[in-house]
């Protein structure tokens, strides 16, 4: 079932987007997705999938959805948001569960001045906690690309 609802948020988001984001890095390696105002100019939605295609074993899919809130008059943006993996995550501190599950994240990013019109280039960090048997904290990063307003 939460399977088919990522699915589902994900491939509704693209008529309220207001950009399209491609991100390396934390929680699945390769991920895209679409961001979305929720507060105009201060607070955004964010839904993505993804996949893990740096494991040993079977690549790991997964999706999230995060809640971003902007730092008037700069660049900085943080958040919080859930993820969920049907196996192992991107993490530097600590990896996801082999076996995937749910987890959740902090965003805190910030969005790199290159003058392109329409195309921004963004860093974030993600501290990460790993719901399971044993919960485990895990530390992430991303680079990325946002492709829209």
Do not use: C
């Not at 700069?74 to 993996?85: H, M, N, R, V």
């Amino acid at each position: 079932m939460r399977k088919w609802l990522i699915l589902l948020v994900l491939l509704l988001s693209p008529a309220f987007a207001q950009s399209v984001q491609v991100t390396a890095g934390s929680p699945f390696g390769i991920n895209a997705g679409v961001r979305f105002p929720l507060v105009p100019f201060l607070v955004d939605g964010r839904v993505y999938g993804g996949a893990n295609l740096f494991t040993s074993g079977p690549a790991s899919l997964g999706g999230g959805a995060d809640v971003l809130v902007s730092v008037p008059l700069t660049d900085l943006y943080a958040g919080a948001g859930l993820f969920y993996a049907s196996g192992t995550t991107v993490s530097l501190v600590a990896q996801g569960s082999s076996s995937g599950g749910l987890g959740a994240r902090g965003v805190v990013g910030t969005y790199l001045n290159v003058g392109l019109p329409l195309i921004g280039f963004f860093v974030e960090v993600h501290p990460m906690l790993f719901f399971g048997g044993s919960s485990t904290f895990g530390l992430g990063a991303a680079v990325g690309v946002n492709i829209g307003f």
